[in-house]
DNA sequence: ACGGATTGTTACGAGGTTGTGAAGGCATCC
DNA sequence: GGATGCCTTCACAACCTCGTAACAATCCGT
């Protein structure tokens, strides 16, 4: 389940936004200042904060600040009544995600949310990967490999499927056992490199592997 | 450079947007149809688009589900000037990643074009290095000159990274055993003049080396 | 120009890492 | 109960890597 951190002093709209955010199925935690907002972000680790900017002591633009100091990733969306253009561009400048002014619709804030997260969290959502003529269908876990459907086991898959949603790097043995396998230490490493074997078998044509060793580290999906 | 795809069809102001997206540094392609759009699209690998709603011929949406069914990652703003809360849901469900509504300030556009490639590509800003046409990108542990990749052995690799980090100033062998070969007094010096060969002999074109000697001190990258 | 010091280059064997096929255990499905 | 598919482990082969030695080339103070 996602997390949803309020940071907003206004308890009638915080309440109407919480009510929102639980019936779409987020688990909400909320914070009435900055100085509680910034301790809940850094305890819980949500997966987006919703900030205000006019909040008793503390700014939301020091929030921000100091959040983004703290290297904390997560989106964030400023929701505020100070709709002038200076502020957005002050906002945007800090780190935030986007920017609403109030008021705003339900249905136009839940859209944004689901945006955000959507975009800042690609792992979790079901999701398609496209390399070259090979695909991957994380929803219905099928691969196609030029236009033909290849059979995965389970375990081939989910190997596949990590690879593909670390496009950008290697991704380590420790990494994959801990991800595919879980947390079980039972396993010789030497069963990484059977899978990748196998793996290669079936998504590769003739020619260089669609798959990367990268030496003493790792395997790399292109 | 990022490339911004701008899919709007009023000559005016699609001129206003690219000439300030452009002064912002970034490379603009221009499409007036959604047809077009979509080719541009697919042809260029745009980091990010624009996309107006009102189009001639294909609708915006109908652009942007496309866009989606092609398994087009890239973020997408959508610019219009319709403004009702449904339109802009529907909108977010296709996938848009952010949705403003005309007029809009020019600072806010850039600020947001600016959030959504933050957000989007966060690669870009991670271990990445670049000397001419060196590039090293510590995340996947490749290296690239001149367009072509280079298949360096791990410590090869560790020892250009090395190298690439220290670009002002030269580093010493000590400081080489220790950062690349760890705390390990039982390698003899001369290995580091061997390995420092062998790079040479793999990223250096015909000229002058990449790597220069400092001598009696170390070696520096350029 | 000379000679010692420093660096460049090549070759090679020991050791380490990865690829791969085979075998067996286990669960599931008939 | 047998067949099947999946997963893990093992063993061995193939390959790669790296440290070292040896020699060549270069630098630099005299």
Redesign the interface.
Known sequence: MRRVLLVEDNPDLAFGLRTSLEVEGYEVLHAETGGSGLALARDSAPDLIVLDLMLPGMSGYEVLRRLRQALHAA?VLIMTAKGE??D??Q???L?????VVKPV?V??FL??V???L???NPTTAGH???FGDL?IDGDRRTVVVGGAEVDLSPLEFDLLHILAQRR???VTRAELLREVWGYRADIASRTVDTHIAKLRAKIDGGGKSRIVT????GY?LR
Chains 1, 2 share one sequence.
């Open positions: 989106p253009e200076a957005k561009v906002g945007f400048r780190g935030a995600d986007d920017y619709g249905l136009e859209a944004r689901e945006a955000l959507r975009r800042a398609r990967y496209q695909e950008n790097s290697f990268v030496r003493k580290r790399r």
